[in-house]
């Protein structure tokens, strides 16, 4: 397993849109478990794949211990609810904070790394997570959704995704 260089702002790879995942073999379980170790070493709370620099539909999430890992691989948002804002930033923008607002409520479909389909729910901050993760996939930036950016002094303790 290896530690990945995170492609930063701008590149081209981080606003095209990604490539479905057709073949789920060995290859694809080494590029999630070294995604997996890149976002530790940065310190993140989520990875796309387009931030190290594949372009191809796979992000992960990891809020905390209790959810875990979340792999996400061709994930389609099914339904969203309701409304939340909050400080968002992102390992392709070092230091890069600000206030975005997303449904505080999400609904997605995926497949694990053997392909296996399945559905998840997400509320707060996890569905604030996987929002940003599966915009990585459609090229679309947390820059462009952001509606203030924030001061360093209201930084404390945020990480990216
Ligand atoms: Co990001």
Do not use: W
């Amino acid at each position: 397993m290896a530690v990945k260089k995170i492609v930063t702002y701008p590149a081209e790879i981080l606003e095209q849109q990604c490539e479905p995942v057709t073949v789920f073999d060995k290859k694809l379980s080494k590029l999630l478990n070294n995604m997996y170790n890149t976002m530790i070493e940065y310190d993140g709370v989520g990875l796309a794949a387009p931030q190290i620099g594949v372009k191809k539909q796979i992000a992960i999430v990891d809020i905390d211990d209790e959810t875990g890992t979340i792999e996400l691989i061709n994930p389609e948002i099914l339904e969203t609810s309701g409304e939340q804002t909050g400080p968002e930033g992102c390992l392709s923008f070092p230091g890069l904070y600000g206030e975005v607002t997303r449904p505080y409520f999400v609904k997605v479909k995926a497949q694990d790394r053997k392909g296996k389909p399945f559905i998840l729910e997400a509320e707060d901050f996890l569905a604030r997570a996987i929002q940003h993760e599966i915009d990585h996939l459609q090229g679309v930036l947390f820059t462009s959704k952001v509606t203030r950016y924030l001061e360093e002094d209201e930084l404390e303790g945020l990480e990216g995704e």
